[in-house]
């Protein structure tokens, strides 16, 4: 494949521009607030677990307490209508004022029996109640440092995208100078060999695999013309001469 020196050149300029667009992908991935906000958001939806479970739990509790409350209700007033008939001197019947008696006494037990659930499941919703009071602003403290981190995460995307925008257009630009036979040759070398396909060869070093060239492969070079493609023999990049190849003068074995 031949190109002129020129195109060949330009080959450096665009990977120059890979390089960077490769570096600013990385950049982007690697965010510190990308892996913070992930870990915030599992934080949040662990609170709205919890919170879910305690108010969950809070209203259970709260119906019992309607329950018992009512049942205690019940019985004060089974206990006050059986207390006022006693009072009101209507029943003459020794049996039935002793049955009546034993009621009073009885309803006035399950009274203070239903009145100690009552006392127990006031307690029960009241540390729920905390539970639910605590979550809540555990929950409202995390979803404000989500939002911030998020926001942080967003802005720093935003201004990496900006760059990467502005050497994309550097590229096509670049790209579009380059012959087409040469820059699919370069595309393709740059998808087989992590991103780099093309090197300058300095001082007799290709800067792809950082090896040294010996004195047969430099030589065969110097002889090659300055349109055609060179690749490196141990890494097979393209090889593009400058100034700095130490091609001067031949080298003598």
């Known amino acids: 494949m031949k190109a002129e020196p020129a195109a060949q050149a330009r080959l450096l300029d665009l ?11 990385h950049r982007l991935r690697s965010l510190t607030e ?4 992930a870990q915030l958001k599992e934080r949040v939806d662990a609170i ?19 329950k018992a409350e009512s049942d205690v209700d ?18 003459t019947n020794a049996k039935e004022l002793q049955n009546l008696q034993s009621e009073i006494e009885s309803l006035g037990r399950r009274q203070a029996e239903l009145e100690e659930v009552v006392l127990e499941v006031m307690e029960q919703a009241e540390g729920l109640s905390t539970e639910v009071a605590r979550l809540t602003e555990e929950r409202e403290a995390a979803v404000a440092k989500f939002t911030e981190v998020t926001a942080r995460r967003d802005t720093a995307a935003a201004e990496i ?12 630009r670049v790209s579009a100078e380059i012959p087409a036979d040469l820059l ?15 090197a300058p060869l300095r001082y007799g070093r290709c800067n792809g695999c950082k090896l040294a060239l010996s004195t047969v492969e430099l030589n065969e070079i110097r ?4 349109d055609q493609i060179v690749r490196c023999e141990d890494c097979r990049r393209i090889l593009v ?3 700095e190849s130490g091609l001067t003068a031949p080298v003598v074995e």
């Open 34 to 37: 990308i892996a913070e906000a």
């Open 161 to 172: 995208q900006w760059d990467r925008t502005r050497v994309t257009q550097d590229r096509e």
């Open 241 to 243: 001469r400058t100034e």
């Open 15 to 25: 990977q120059e521009l890979d390089t960077q667009l490769e570096r600013l992908d």
């Open 223 to 226: 002889a090659t013309a300055a």
């Open 74 to 91: 019940q019985v004060r007033s089974r206990a006050d209508r059986d207390a006022k008939r006693l009072e009101s001197g209507q029943i």
């Open 48 to 66: 709205d677990a919890e919170l879910i479970t305690a108010q969950t739990k809070a209203s259970d509790v709260e119906r019992h307490q309607r």
């Open 184 to 198: 699919a040759l370069y595309d393709k070398l740059r998808a087989q060999y992590d991103g780099v396909a093309a």
